[in-house]
């Protein structure tokens, strides 16, 4: 008798944990991580101050799309771009707007998306200079479904957007993309110094806390 109940004990025992694995593996392989967008680069012909092309209306860029997932690919519905100017520091003024067809976009692949907006109207070399830097505002939004094996997900609104730098040669400065995040449409000179210094303070505070904790 206690040896029969002891094999049924583990047996169900064992049923649970696997019971209890499989529901772990399935939570884990259902999580998903929203890609990345950048602005990978912006080209504004007409704030070359070498061209001299004051009649030049186009903006040209390219968009990257960053799919961290290991073992998940993402459909994306047509994404929707929108360019603004800078009236002043803290007004935009929209301008110009440009559809990226859908695409499909396999695990841990980073995709680029070139385009170009012609602007009607002009206004190009009319936004807001701070320090010699133009600043552009770009948006985007669209949505995704993620494909777990063979199954899609539902759809996820997807949006971000970027204040873009660009410099006298027309071009966004740098090699590093601007992330489209959850960001406001303020131009903020200093900000990134600002938090640098923030983050250091707050890495700086938790190390103390930790010492005084140990000892
Ligand atoms: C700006 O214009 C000059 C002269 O045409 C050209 O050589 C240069 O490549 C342009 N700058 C950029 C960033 O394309
Ligand atoms: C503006 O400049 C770009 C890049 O040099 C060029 O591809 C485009 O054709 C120009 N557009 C006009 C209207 O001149």
Redesign the pocket.
């Known amino acids: 008798m206690g040896s029969a109940g002891g094999s049924c004990g583990k047996c169900c025992c064992s049923f649970i944990i696997t019971l209890g694995l499989t529901a772990l593996f399935l939570w884990l392989s259902l999580q998903t991580n929203e890609p990345k967008c950048y602005v990978e680069s912006f080209?504004v012909?007409t704030l070359n101050q070498t061209l001299k092309?004051p009649?030049?209306?186009?903006i040209?860029f390219t968009l990257g799309f960053d799919n961290g997932n290991k073992d998940k690919g993402i459909q994306y519905d047509p994404v929707n771009v929108t360019f603004a100017i800078f009236l002043d520091r803290n007004r935009t003024k929209l301008i110009g707007n440009f559809t990226i067809a859908g695409f499909y976009q396999g695990h841990q692949k980073n995709a680029k998306k070139p385009g170009?907006v012609?602007i009607h109207g002009g206004g190009l070399n009319r936004t807001e200079k701070v320090n010699n830097i133009s600043y552009f505002r770009v948006d985007f939004n669209t949505s995704v479904k993620y494909k777990i094996l063979l199954w899609y997900t539902k759809r996820h609104s997807l949006w971000g957007g970027a204040n873009v730098p660009v410099d006298d040669s027309g071009k966004k400065p740098g090699k590093k993309g601007v992330r489209l995040g959850h960001t406001v449409a303020v131009i903020v000179s200093g900000a990134p110094v600002l938090a640098g210094c923030y983050c250091a303070l707050l890495v700086l505070g938790l190390f103390v806390n930790f010492l005084f904790l140990d000892l």
């Open positions: 080209y012909p092309t009649s030049n209306s186009t040209l170009s012609e």
